[in-house]
């Protein structure tokens, strides 16, 4: 009988020890949190498709400007230069002038000595189904402000169909 | 003496229960796995814009040019010309863009297939450079052909680009 109770005691000490469990799954939620977007801030764009787009890392000390073209939700294209209000043609040229003297790095134009340059970079993201008036529109803005190094963007491959979730 | 060791026995028994922490934490976790979406990274195709404003007026009408044109029609087709030659449509609904829209678009491979048989009969004139693509596309044409047609060039390792624009007034 005495043997008995001793192996019923043992038995009923051994637990589980979860701190290890836990520690990994707090680990798990708290990365996922990080990478979740749970609210959309950002212009919805559907970027065509090149397999020649190259992703490039900015160069120390560079700074790039992105302007969106996306439709609204009334089906009109907005122009935007970052996440900032819609603007026209005349209103980004306005601040494209305004963000290259703010950032004050320019170089000599080689063809034109009396002209400087400025080596601020303008990344469009133009959604795929908008209208390519507005490349000309926006490559007018960036000369005007003589920014000159201006890129599209644009994704190598789709791996599910943007317009699936759209309405 | 009695009462203090029991009391300290008490102490030493006491546990928290964890079910319930570990049931939300594990809501949680499967909560932000479906939430999440990854993203695929966004690349660009540079298309840096020349140094001097009208510098392409001040170069003689090139001949040697290769030029594809995009326009649309009233049926929302876009017509493509490369060169004087017109772009059959293709028969396939290439893109997600097209599938969504229904319409075929311009066969890319017929001005990949022209771009590719200019280059390598292009002879420049000063012996270096590569065969100047001009791309010129009416406004309403949807974005995307004109990647296309950026894409193409960057394939077959055309530097020389330039987008046909519209007439800008010098300040």
């Known amino acids: 009988m005495a043997r008995k109770k001793k192996a ?7 637990e589980m020890d979860m701190t290890p469990m836990i520690d990994i799954v707090f680990l798990l939620i708290v990365f996922f949190m990080v990478v979740t977007e749970l609210a959309v801030q950002q212009a919805v764009v559907i970027l065509p498709v ?113 317009y699936s979730t759209q309405p | 003496m009695a009462r203090r060791a029991k009391s300290k026995r008490d102490v030493g028994d006491v546990e928290s229960d964890m079910t319930p922490m570990i049931d939300v934490v594990f809501l949680l976790l499967i ?13 660009t195709l540079r298309s840096y814009l020349p140094k001097n404003r009208g510098e392409s ?12 044109t995009l326009m649309m029609n009233p ?9 004087q030659a017109l772009v059959p449509v293709s028969d396939l609904l290439d893109s997600d863009f097209e599938q969504h829209n229904g319409i075929p678009g311009p066969d890319l491979l017929f001005i990949e297939d022209h771009i590719g048989r200019r280059k390598a009969t292009y002879v420049p004139l000063d012996g270096t450079g590569t065969l100047p693509v001009v791309i010129d ?7 995307k052909y004109v990647i296309d047609v950026l894409n193409i060039c960057a394939r077959g390792r055309i530097e020389n ?11």
């Open chain 2, 137 to 143: 596309f009416a406004e309403n044409v949807p974005y």
């Open chain 2, 31 to 43: 909560f932000f796995m479906l939430a999440t979406k990854f993203k695929m990274p966004e690349g």
């Open chain 2, 75 to 83: 049926g929302g087709q876009v017509i493509a010309y490369a060169d």
């Open chain 1, 50 to 162: 090149a397999s020649e787009s190259k992703v490039e890392e900015p160069q120390p000390g560079s700074r790039i400007l992105v302007v969106n073209v996306s439709f609204g939700i009334d089906g009109n294209e907005i122009l935007q230069l970052m996440n900032g209000p819609p603007l026209t043609q005349k209103e980004l040229e306005i601040a494209l002038k305004e963000e290259a003297a703010a950032y004050d790095k320019f170089e000599d134009n080689p063809s034109n000595p009396t002209q400087k340059l400025s080596t601020l970079q303008v990344t469009i993201r133009c959604d795929q189904g908008a209208k390519s008036g507005n490349i000309h529109k926006i490559f007018a803005a960036c000369q005007a402000a003589r920014i000159y190094q201006v890129s599209c963007a644009a994704i190598n491959d789709r791996l599910e169909d943007p």
């Open chain 2, 161 to 171: 680009i330039a987008f046909a624009q519209p007439e800008i007034p010098l300040e």
């Open chain 1, 8 to 14: 019923k005691k043992v038995h009923k000490g051994v």
């Open chain 2, 57 to 68: 007026n001040s170069r003689p009408m090139m001949s040697e040019t290769c030029r594809i």
